[in-house]
């Protein structure tokens, strides 16, 4: 098995998205985000095994510190997943395999990271790949609309209907003004925390420029009785799954509930177009009150040599300890 690059027009990309197995984050329009808030140079490749094309692999090239890196995705991508998309019956653990051979012999890279939610610990044994375990929660949406109410917890219940009762709305959004007032509020919330957000606005604008058109976002705003934006949340979807991508809202209006409205309301749109299951993202305690199960997807990473393995480390490390930096400083210059 192997591993070919494409070079894809606009007709072979619309091809290959048309799978019912692809997800939104292996889309051209997703990558082409990534690529353009990244830096980064898209790898998409066909899968060979023998002949035959039996998958594809999505992914992005980038360099770091003059380092070349294949991510599929990259932490600090805000990209949950990537990977491949295989038919069925196809080995993942050689598929994997492939990878490493496409990214350190054909491509150069000194370092290779992929999660992957079809590949788990039992295909990759004896790749020597190293991994951090990683938890998302998920909604099954394929059940009735009173079903997933109830998994919910009963608090979780209570702020639904208190959304409704006290004349909150939600609206759908497709101007560019959203990333503004998205990105202020989102601010709001991290200095409650006494942090700021990992990424700038031009963040969320290139989000909305490069995948708003391919009818796989949703943009929900939340407004108060007196119609003042006071929540908003970004919801991208394809095929059988929904994401949640962001949510924010002023701390002003919370008691209002309008986030757990925002997530009812995303919920039931991507359900009613056929969308079977809500990712909520990583498992923070907020997100157990919609009624979510624990699913665990390995990121799996390998380097060349040790010591690039090593600076990754420490380049995370010094990321972290950046934000909670300019998190204290921006407390002390607006307290």
Request: charged share 25%; glycine share 10%.
């Amino acid at each position: 098995m192997r591993l070919e690059r494409l070079g894809p027009d606009a007709k072979e990309w619309a091809q290959i998205d048309d799978r019912s197995d692809r997800n939104v984050f292996q889309t051209r329009g997703w990558v082409s985000f990534v690529a353009a808030t990244q830096g980064a140079e898209p790898v998409l490749a066909a899968v060979k095994d023998g002949g035959a094309t039996v998958g594809y692999f999505t992914g992005l090239l980038v360099r770091r510190f003059g380092i070349p890196i294949l991510g599929s995705p990259l932490p600090g991508w805000t990209t949950q997943y990537m990977g491949f998309v295989l038919d069925d019956g196809v080995s993942r653990g050689r598929a994997a395999e492939a990878l490493l051979s496409f990214a350190f012999d054909e491509l150069g890279c000194m370092h290779v990271e992929l999660r992957d939610p079809t590949i788990g610990l039992d295909d990759v044994g004896g790749l020597g790949l190293e991994f951090t375990p990683k938890t998302s929660l998920e909604v099954d949406l394929s059940q009735r609309e009173e079903d997933i109410l109830a998994a919910m917890t009963s608090a979780c219940r209570r702020c639904i209907r208190k959304a409704e009762k006290e004349g909150v709305t939600v609206e759908k959004a497709s101007d560019v003004a959203f990333a503004d007032d998205y990105y202020a509020q989102l601010e709001d919330v991290f200095a409650k925390q006494s942090l700021v957000p990992m990424y700038g606005v031009d963040r969320v604008r290139a989000l909305i420029e490069h995948v708003h058109p391919t009818g796989s976002l949703l943009l929900l705003r939340a407004r108060s009785p007196e119609g003042e934006c006071i929540a908003t949340g970004i919801f991208p979807a394809l095929n059988r799954t929904m994401y949640f991508w962001g949510g924010a809202s002023w701390r002003a209006h919370q008691i209002l509930r309008p986030n757990e409205a925002l997530m009812w309301h995303a919920m039931r749109y991507w359900k009613a177009r056929g969308v079977e299951t809500c990712d909520l993202g990583g498992g923070a305690d907020y997100k157990r009150k919609y009624g979510p199960r624990e699913i665990e997807t390995p990121f799996f990473r390998k380097s060349r040599f040790r010591a690039v393995s090593r600076m990754r480390a420490l380049a995370r490390q010094a990321f972290r300890q950046r934000q909670r930096a300019m998190g204290r400083l921006r407390q002390r210059t607006t307290g």
